[in-house]
């Protein structure tokens, strides 16, 4: 199996927010600042917030273990976080057209 290098994760994580970084509606989402979304937008902006956190657990549990299974498996779970991120980002971006 094909070990991913932590720098990788690192330049996936600067991505995400230099994505973000001229996006005034996405930043105002991030930040909490949903005064005027629909329903549907605070409810994916829930689910963003769920997907930073669990991009954050498995990170930290990555960064914690030393047997050679929980790393493979703490980086499917911050690939799988960090996947499912993109995707309610891009979902977010979509409504806004």
């Known amino acids: 199996m094909n ?3 932590i720098s ?4 996936i994580y600067r ?5 973000l970084s001229g996006d005034d509606r996405m930043k105002n989402l991030l930040l909490g ?3 005027s ?3 549907e937008e605070r409810n994916l902006r829930k689910e963003i917030e769920r997907s930073k956190t669990a991009i954050d ?10 047997d050679p299974t929980l790393i493979d498996c703490y980086i499917y779970e ?5 996947l499912r991120y993109q995707f309610l ?9």
């Not at 979902?91 to 057209?97: C, D, G, I, N, Q």
């Open 78 to 82: 911050l690939n799988a976080a960090q």
């Open 33 to 35: 600042n949903h005064f």
């Open 57 to 66: 657990a498995a990170r930290n549990h990555f960064e914690q273990v030393v």
């Open 89 to 97: 980002l891009r979902r977010f971006k979509s409504r806004e057209v």
């Open 37 to 39: 979304l629909t329903e």
């Open 8 to 11: 990788r994760y690192t330049e």
């Open 3 to 5: 070990k991913v290098p």
């Open 15 to 19: 991505y995400l927010v230099n994505l």
